[in-house]
């Protein structure tokens, strides 16, 4: 059986580390970092988000600067919010959940975001210090499946990386970063020919596509170390839901060396490197 790579665990293990440095500076800087979280409308999975990551703040220290929308809500009154809250010095960083009603223009009021409190490094600024390797805010999935691999020991230099998915939110960065750990790496994606000759190749396959157990145990090579981005609801034919992730988890658990479970694999460790971009920004404020 594969060995579970546990993103909880991990995730309460770096959130104490967070929460000891923010009772350590707060007092020396004057002020806890702040976090500003824009959500509108009332999609559950998006609230239930925002919920723990309000109260994921509040366990570290850090302030939270919820601000909630109706869906009605305008692109200008938007933008006159996230201009206040680039102004806010009490602010280190701003998320916009996503997704957000088709009426507004998402990218237009990512990109409006101050580079320096882009909590979660989709502003291109940002995705271009990636792109170069340089230090900067990065993507929270992305970054939270990289932590979770250098806590699992896993030695990405010259290993088949295959990232099945393209989104900017996840695939695309995480193809980045995976290069810069010295990984070999193939996209795959929804036009990908053979997908599973593709996948049998990897010898690090990450699944962030958003379709329930989509990867099935014989797309896996044997002792491959597999990320399952991905959480899907899904109902039984009793009518119960449940979560699931990208992957058939039990399936490919009897022949993959590493798996993340669905849920408590990368779901916290995003929430986590949020906390930690918000401090990082925080103390780039401070120190010079």
Not at 99 to 106: G, K, M, N, R, V
Not at 164 to 188: F, W
Not at 196 to 208: F, N, P, Q
Request: net charge neutral; with cysteine; charged share 20%.
């Amino acid at each position: 059986m594969a060995n579970i790579i546990d993103g909880k665990a991990l995730a309460k293990k770096m959130q104490q580390a967070i929460a000891a440095e923010v009772a350590q500076l707060a007092p020396k800087y004057g002020r806890p970092p702040g976090l500003a979280v824009l959500m509108v409308g009332d999609n559950p999975a998006s609230a239930a988000y925002v919920k723990n990551k309000e109260t994921a703040c509040h366990r570290v220290g850090i302030t939270s600067f919820g601000k909630h929308f109706q869906i009605s809500a305008t692109q200008f009154e938007l933008e006159q919010i996230i201009d206040e809250l680039n102004e806010d010095d009490r602010v280190d960083g701003i998320l916009i959940q996503l997704p957000l009603p088709d009426h507004l223009d998402a990218i237009a009021l990512l990109n409006r975001l101050a580079p320096n409190k882009d909590a979660d490094g989709l502003h291109p600024y940002n995705l271009g210090k990636l792109v170069r390797g340089e230090e900067g805010l990065r993507s929270c999935t992305p970054a939270g499946v990289m932590e979770m691999l250098t806590e699992a020991k896993i030695d990405l230099a010259g290993k088949k990386a295959v990232v099945v998915g393209r989104s900017i939110l996840v695939g695309k960065p995480i193809a980045l970063m995976l290069l810069e750990a010295n990984a070999t790496v193939t996209v795959a994606h929804s036009r990908t020919q053979n997908l599973a000759a593709v996948t049998r190749e990897a010898d690090i396959l990450i699944a962030a596509i958003g379709k329930p157990e989509m990867i099935t145990a014989d797309m896996v090579k044997p002792e491959a170390v597999v990320i399952d981005v991905g959480i899907n609801r899904v109902t039984d034919d009793a009518g119960k839901s449940k979560l699931v992730g990208d992957v058939d988890f039990a399936g490919i658990s009897k022949i993959a060396s590493h798996i993340t479970p669905v849920p408590g694999g990368v779901g916290p460790m995003t929430v986590t490197m949020l906390l930690h971009n918000t401090v990082w920004s925080y103390k780039r404020r401070f120190i010079k």
